[in-house]
Structures are given as structure tokens and as C-alpha cells.
């Protein structure tokens, strides 16, 4: 009996009785579910910057009457790196998409990265295998 293969991408292979993950195989019949889940990651660029300007907003606040000419300064760098980091943060986010299989019997398969329209395709593929299914 032949299989119909409906993705094959890398080491992949979704056909409409079993779905290959690498070395693992599933049995399409016991597939429970599977999603694509996105998470936004904190961009390391934007976290720093923020907190420098969090830092030098502090040490302008805690400036003493000698120094205090100078808080003015501190605290307009400090809103500026806040800002910043801010904008940093939303213009240029990075997202991880997580593909998640389970199985009736509590197996679970993940596959992170950063290529969403990939886990989407793979999803779809699993999706058409249960269609497919007598």
C-alpha cells in the first residue's frame, strides 16, 4: 500500500498515514493535535539600551547639590536611551514560532525557530493527513 506525501522539508516527511519528525515517526491515526504557537523575544539590543538609560536616570536622581547642574543632563540622556530601547524593541522584535505535536499517548513533539511560514506549512500538511485519513 503506497503512501501519498504530502511535505517533505529537511528531515520532514508528512504523508497521510505517518509523519516523520528525523528519526521519530508518528502514526497519523495518533496525532491528538498540533499548533504553531508565536512568542515575542525580548531584543537584547533594546533590553540593554533601556537599561542604561534606566541606570543613568537613577544616577541623575541621586546627583548632590555640587553635582546637581548636571542632573538635568542625566536624565534627559536617561529618557532618550528609554525611548530608544522602546522603539528598538518594537521596530525590530524577534519572534519564535514553536510547532507542537501531541500524540494520544502524551508523546510530544517540538520544533522551534524562527521561520513561521515553515511550522505553518508543516501544520497544514497535518492538518490535510487527518482529511486524508479513512
Given at each position: 500500500?503506497?503512501?501519498?506525501?504530502?511535505?517533505?522539508?529537511?528531515?520532514?516527511?508528512?504523508?497521510?498515514?505517518?509523519?516523520?519528525?528525523?528519526?521519530?515517526?508518528?502514526?497519523?491515526?495518533?496525532?491528538?493535535?498540533?499548533?504553531?504557537?508565536?512568542?515575542?523575544?525580548?531584543?537584547?539590543?533594546?533590553?540593554?539600551?533601556?537599561?542604561?538609560?534606566?541606570?543613568?536616570?537613577?544616577?541623575?536622581?541621586?546627583?548632590?547639590?555640587?553635582?546637581?547642574?548636571?542632573?538635568?543632563?542625566?536624565?534627559?540622556?536617561?529618557?532618550?536611551?528609554?525611548?530608544?530601547?522602546?522603539?528598538?524593541?518594537?521596530?525590530?522584535?524577534?519572534?519564535?514560532?514553536?510547532?507542537?505535536?501531541?500524540?494520544?499517548?502524551?508523546?510530544?513533539?517540538?520544533?522551534?525557530?524562527?521561520?513561521?511560514?515553515?511550522?505553518?506549512?508543516?501544520?497544514r500538511a497535518v492538518e490535510a493527513a487527518f482529511i486524508d485519513r479513512p
Amino acid at each position: 500500500m503506497s503512501e501519498d506525501l504530502l511535505l517533505k522539508a529537511g528531515s520532514i516527511e508528512i504523508g497521510t498515514k505517518v509523519a516523520r519528525f528525523g528519526s521519530v515517526s508518528y502514526q497519523v491515526a495518533n496525532i491528538g493535535s498540533v499548533a504553531v504557537y508565536s512568542v515575542r523575544r525580548i531584543n537584547p539590543i533594546a533590553a540593554i539600551v533601556f537599561l542604561i538609560g534606566v541606570a543613568a536616570g537613577l544616577f541623575g536622581f541621586n546627583l548632590k547639590p555640587p553635582q546637581s547642574q548636571q542632573a538635568p543632563i542625566f536624565l534627559a540622556v536617561a529618557a532618550t536611551l528609554i525611548v530608544i530601547g522602546v522603539i528598538i524593541q518594537m521596530l525590530w522584535p524577534k519572534r519564535e514560532f514553536t510547532f507542537v505535536l501531541k500524540t494520544s499517548s502524551n508523546d510530544v513533539q517540538k520544533i522551534v525557530s524562527t521561520d513561521g511560514e515553515r511550522l505553518d506549512a508543516i501544520q497544514r500538511a497535518v492538518e490535510a493527513a487527518f482529511i486524508d485519513r479513512p
